[in-house]
């Protein structure tokens, strides 16, 4: 069993900023990938910004320069800095990790309001 908790989501101003963190728990053995990516109603599930074991990042190019993802493999937990928010990020994040398969949380709300 595998469970992943997400945490920071809220409501910021345009312009402000928000850190997003996601704790993995239970049976966790090897984590490849981290990553979050966004859902907004309507639409496809879309990849923000992931990171390998390795520390090698990949961000979709509306996040690039604003958005910084990391990890802490001690802590089975990855993180995403959003910086510079603006109202039209606003939907729902999910947490996924990749190990053996994919694993997701059960997403956090992040609102800009303008």
């Known amino acids: 069993q595998v469970q992943l908790v997400e945490s920071g989501g809220g409501l910021v101003q345009a312009g402000g900023s928000l850190r997003l963190s996601c704790a993995a728990s239970g049976s966790i053995f090897s984590i490849n990938v981290m990553g979050w990516y966004r859902q907004a109603p309507g639409k496809q599930r879309e990849l923000v910004a992931s990171?390998?074991?390795?520390?090698?990042?990949n961000y979709a190019d509306s996040v690039k320069g604003r958005f910084t993802i990391s990890r802490d493999n001690a802590k089975n937990t990855v993180y995403l800095q959003m910086n510079s928010l603006k109202p039209e990020i606003t939907t729902v994040y999910y947490c996924t990790i990749n190990m053996v398969r994919n694993y997701w949380g059960q997403g956090t709300e992040v609102t800009v309001s303008s």
């Open positions: 990171i390998t074991s390795g520390g090698i990042t």
